[in-house]
């Protein structure tokens, strides 16, 4: 069953220290999603790219946060410098369209210490 | 392992008795609805979608009900299993296509 990989799937970095997140939808899809979850919260939307365009960074801290899919498939999003507030689940998510079923990864456990 | 329902509304069920989720939503541009499933430490799990020209959508011993006239999700789930035990969210897109998630509801099966 073809699924949404993401890697690492934990990380612990310094505060002021770069990370970066990877993020290979399922393979045809045009739209990719990235979400920030902090415990006991639900998903907020990051980014959201259809093909290699970004469509939606509104909620993206421009400041330290970058996301790119070059080609249109698979994408990374970095954090430079990161803060202690920056810890959190890291959820990409795929789907054929907008307004079709996003199906997510498993995530990446960011902690920032 | 780490718990994504702390500060979340419980719903403790007994086993085989029916769960019934409610979500409710503000933004009545809303087309499109999804309910997920989390487990601890998983990303979320799609489980069924309906769209806004619809009142009832029926899965495997799902249901998700909607109400557009008080914005109103429900998603109910018949025979609870244990392996039900997760948080559940609804999402929602609008004309603006983001894909925004809703508070979540820990349900919690009593064995």
């Known amino acids: 069953e073809a699924e949404v990989a993401q890697s690492p799937r934990y990380k612990i970095t310094e505060k002021s220290q770069a990370v970066a997140f990877w993020c290979d939808p399922i393979?045809?899809?045009?739209?990719l999603y990235w979400y920030r979850q902090i415990l006991g919260q639900g998903p907020e939307l990051l980014v959201q790219?259809?093909?290699?365009?970004?469509?939606?960074d509104s909620q993206l801290p421009k400041d330290r946060f970058s996301a790119e899919r070059l080609k249109g498939v698979d994408s990374t999003l970095k954090i430079q410098p990161a803060e202690l507030g920056d810890s959190a689940m890291y959820l990409c998510?795929?789907?054929?369209?907008?307004?079709?079923?996003?199906?997510f990864g498993q995530g990446t456990r960011l902690t920032v210490v | 392992g780490e718990s994504v329902g702390l500060h979340l509304p419980t719903l403790s069920v007994q086993e085989g008795d029916n769960s019934i989720i409610n979500c409710a939503y503000s933004n009545s541009a809303s087309d499109y609805f999804i309910w997920y499933k989390q487990e601890s430490g998983k990303g979320p799990q799609f489980i069924i979608d309906i769209r806004s020209n619809m009142d009832k959508r029926q899965g495997q011993r799902v249901t998700v009900l909607l109400n557009k006239t008080v914005k109103h999700l429900s998603l109910q789930i018949a025979a609870t299993q244990p392996g039900d035990s997760a948080v559940y969210f609804c999402?929602?897109?609008?004309?603006?296509?983001?894909?925004?998630f809703g508070k979540g509801n820990q349900v919690v099966v009593i064995p």
């Open positions: 999402a929602e897109t609008s004309g603006n296509n983001r894909l925004a």
């Open positions: 790219f259809q093909d290699e365009s970004v469509v939606d």
């Open positions: 998510a795929s789907s054929l369209a907008v307004n079709t079923e996003a199906f």
């Open positions: 393979s045809g899809h045009a739209t």
